[in-house]
């Protein structure tokens, strides 16, 4: 298999909800999680609680790693008993709701402000040049880039402000979305009996977490405390 090609020491294979959490560098035991995973195409909500294995023998001893063990050095791990009795523990999901909404849906809203504002056509290059002042109004209040349409030999400057994208989002619907999204995760962990309040950390992942408005929802629904966006990769 393709495990055994790496020249890694041990590969092991986890879910994702888990893999945010050791990203985030979570790794108690027990947390009840909301990861948001939001990406280029699509928005995953996940309400989990982790599950970590104990301690291997002594206590000074580091916790066993999650998921299933793939490879050990140069040996490929079977599906046996030694494999089954691994009893991987990842994260036990409570509530799970996705819908198809992400980065690319706020590119081609940009593209469609600019062509409905300067006339600027819908094309590649103005496609990566709205992703590009996207990325750059996650860390700066406005962005510029310059498009320069060689049919026609006309130059446009596309300025968009961070105020300006919340407003093409809140057109859209944007945050109506992760509410509704929300609403589902909340009734599916009602009839869990789990409630909302009872979570430990809201973990941000996927680059279009990147975006203020973002995280800014997010903070009109948890405690800031509790919100994670620094390590969305």
């Given at each position: 298999g393709v495990c055994e090609k790496l020249t890694v020491n041990q590969v092991r294979i986890i879910d994702e909800p888990t893999a945010a959490a050791m990203g985030y560098g979570i790794s108690g035991g027990g947390e009840t999680l909301l990861v948001v995973d939001f990406g280029g195409g699509t928005l995953d909500l996940?309400?989990?609680?982790?599950?970590?294995?104990?301690?291997q023998s002594e206590s000074s001893q580091p916790k066993s790693p999650l998921g299933f063990l793939l490879?050990?050095?140069?040996?490929t791990v079977k599906n046996s008993s030694s494999a089954n009795s691994q009893n991987p523990q990842t994260a036990?999901?409570?509530a799970k709701t996705g819908q198809n909404l992400g980065g690319i849906d706020i590119d081609n809203w940009i593209i469609d402000y600019f062509h409905k504002e300067l006339g600027v056509p819908k094309n590649s290059?103005?496609?990566?040049?709205?992703?590009?002042?996207?990325?750059?109004?996650?860390?700066?209040?406005?962005?510029?880039?310059?498009?320069?349409?060689?049919?026609?030999?006309?130059?446009?400057?596309?300025?968009?402000?961070?105020?300006?994208?919340?407003?093409?989002?809140?057109?859209?619907?944007f945050f109506t979305n992760l509410d509704s999204a929300l609403d589902r995760i909340r009734q599916q962990a009602t009839r869990q009996n789990l409630d909302l309040d009872q979570i430990?950390?809201?973990?941000?992942?996927?680059?279009?977490?990147?975006?203020?408005?973002?995280?800014d929802w997010a903070l009109q629904?948890?405690?800031?405390?509790?919100?994670?966006?620094?390590?969305?990769?």
């Open positions: 996940s309400l989990v609680k982790l599950s970590f294995a104990p301690a490879k050990w050095g140069d040996r036990k999901v409570f290059l103005v496609t990566r040049l709205a992703e590009r002042i996207k990325i750059a109004l996650s860390s700066s209040e406005s962005a510029t880039e310059v498009y320069f349409n060689d049919q026609t030999f006309e130059s446009y400057d596309l300025t968009l402000t961070r105020s300006q994208l919340n407003q093409i989002l809140e057109q859209q619907k430990d950390a809201i973990l941000l992942v996927g680059g279009t977490s990147q975006i203020p408005a973002v995280k629904h948890f405690p800031s405390e509790k919100v994670k966006a620094d390590k969305p990769f």
